[in-house]
């Protein structure tokens, strides 16, 4: 799963990928600015942890998210094939917005986050717009020529789309069946990516509550709260500096703020959950590792982000919630207390369960 990190110029995008990504962050500016970046962030999971503390394992693997960097969006950079190929590319996207008073980093009028997400989900609409356009008149065309029941299902729906985003709404916010979705995703319209805004503020001696009041105080409770659309805040400039800290040190810088976890923690997890992504768990004392899969997995699907073979020849998954395991000490003490329990293939897995599959092969 990609996320496209987006924004206008000068809101602390680039650094903010290079944080998450711990991409070096002495290099100079990118000498292309429409040069896309890919990077890998770990997920952080104190569930993970405390579970690999109990069996020290030879190896901790953590989940990740990838995350794409590109250049400052706009008309333009929407009319050049190289850069909307990038973003069409990713499952979700991430909009910085700048909400940081800074005389140094230059900025058109005054700090408006709400008016700055306005503008850029209206060139995401528009770009969508002269794509419904072109794909209309094709279909049109084609039908003229024969018709077909599956043409046109298809023109209705982009008569409906083109309709939809006129009205300057994104396509992320129209209703749609699973066969409308189905249809519409080889065109990977950008208005219809989830997407979630990051607020990008400034550092305070009360950080931790302007975090938490981010989204309500710039006016945005609203916008995140509308379908596939989510909001979180960070500040840039701290979690510059606790990237380049130890943990210990961390914690105790953040502390200072009022803060238990950085701002990555919590855009990390924001991304995870509008993906419509959980975790689950394998332990041991060769590995703890948490695996990715979409919300509503069944057991044997699971079992194949594992390895193909283990859904191939599934039978049952040893289960227990991360927690109970914790409290147990171990699987044959969760085993003799009834908690660790036998589950199927159709058994649909939950965030923070920890499998220990049983299999065939």
Request: net charge negative.
């Amino acid at each position: 799963m990609k996320t496209g990190i987006i924004g206008l110029p000068q809101v602390g995008k680039t650094s903010l990928f290079r944080i998450l990504t711990k991409a070096n962050l002495s290099l100079p500016a990118y000498a292309n600015p429409r040069e896309a970046h890919l990077g890998v962030a770990k997920v952080p999971d104190e569930r993970l942890d405390r579970m690999a503390a109990i069996y020290n394992p030879k190896k901790l693997t953590h989940a990740s998210i990838e995350y794409v960097d590109v250049g400052a969006i706009g008309q333009d950079a929407l009319k050049e094939s190289s850069y909307i190929g990038h973003l069409r590319n990713v499952d979700a996207l991430a909009h910085v917005v700048r909400a940081f008073e800074d005389p140094s980093v230059p900025h058109a009028g005054p700090i408006d986050p709400l008016r700055d997400i306005k503008n850029v989900d209206f060139d995401l609409v528009i770009s969508d717009l002269g794509q419904i356009e072109k794909r209309i008149e094709r279909v049109q065309k084609d039908l003229k020529k024969m018709r077909s029941p599956e043409l046109e299902r298809e023109l209705d729906l982009l008569v409906r789309a083109k309709a939809h985003v006129e009205s300057e709404r994104p396509l992320r916010e129209m209703e749609m069946t699973a066969e409308d979705k189905k249809r519409l995703r080889g065109f990977m319209f950008l208005s219809e990516k989830p997407i979630f805004y990051v607020l990008n503020v400034s550092e305070s001696s009360e950080l931790g509550k302007e975090l938490e009041e981010a989204v309500s105080k710039y006016n945005l409770t609203e916008v995140a709260s509308r379908p596939n659309a989510g909001a979180t805040a960070i500040c840039g400039k701290v979690e510059a500096e606790l990237a380049e800290m130890s943990e210990a040190d961390a914690a105790e810088f953040l502390s200072s703020y009022g803060l238990t976890e950085s701002g990555l923690a919590r855009l990390i997890r924001t991304t995870y959950k509008l993906l419509g992504l959980i975790s689950f768990f394998t332990i041991g004392e060769d590995e703890c590792r948490a695996w990715t899969i979409p919300v509503n997995t069944r057991a044997a699907e699971a079992a194949g982000a594992i390895h193909s073979d283990l859904e191939k020849h599934f039978i049952r998954a040893e289960t227990i919630r991360w927690d109970q395991l914790l409290e147990a000490g171990s699987e044959a003490n969760a085993r003799a207390r009834g908690t660790l329990r036998l589950e199927g293939k159709d058994y649909i897995v939950q965030d923070g369960d920890v499998l220990h599959i049983r299999h065939s092969g």
